[in-house]
């Protein structure tokens, strides 16, 4: 017994929610599907009282009902009348006045006009030409194809910029790239922080020489970030994860990249395995930092 008592609510949730409305109310729901029976019992009702009066009136006033009927009816033909004129329409009693004299194996043709529609998409096509001309051409009020290239491109570069500076603090050795336009900072960074160990251009001292194929540790940005990252302790090399953020990690791996191939003076010996760069990571040192700061425009003017 007390098992079936247990049970009773859940059923009633069922029930209710099987056959609700929405609310968490039953009666709310039995009173909206009452309302809404009543609303059509009433709109049924008024339909029947509306034919009822229709028929006394056709019965008890003939005048008064034929002449609503003739008003049906000339509101008809007026509503044909305009149909027939925009659409260029023109009644059968009327073709022999629009027969063209001429006919070929015994077909006639009609004179019939461009129907009114056409013509009105006809000039509105040319309105709309002129004024898309004055507004895009002419008086500079809209961005022609050209503006709105380089509209957009400025708009792509302020995203871009704004989802580097967002994603900068999250990067990570496995999601590290190649961003030359980071390489002017990581220069920054790399002679305030790294020149004693590798040098000023990177041609190695106590530590590595950073210009060259051959890598202790592994050459590619990844491996670059992560060892910046955790150091080589048993090397000499501190970690610089507790003083450099990710983003300032990553623009000096973007720097180091950029010195691949610059043959500095008084390089130091290889030292490591050679590596095969891929991903076309390969700059030009110093040009590539400065490149990275002046913007790509005033390089190519510096390259011409």
Known sequence: MSLLLDTAPATAEVVQSTIGFGTDNLYTDILIVVLIVVMLALLASAL???RAMKSIIKITMPELAQEEKLKKVSNKGWMK???NKIMGIRPISEEKDIVIDHEYDGIREL???IPIWFNFLFYGTIFFGLVYLFVYQVSGIGMNQDQEYEHEMVVAEKERQAYLTASASNVDESSVEFQPEMAADGKAIFTANCVACHGGSGEGGIGPNLTDKFWLHGGEIKDIFKTIKYGVPDKGMVP????LSPAQ???VAS???TLRD???ANPKAPQGDEVTYGGGQVANGEKAADDAKTGPAEADKKAE
């Open 249 to 251: 990690i990553a623009q």
């Open 262 to 264: 610059t043959n500095p």
């Open 255 to 257: 720097y180091i990249v």
């Open 111 to 113: 004179d019939n006009p």
């Open 48 to 50: 029947m009282v509306n």
């Open 240 to 243: 610089w994860e507790q003083t």
């Open 81 to 83: 009348r305009s149909w």
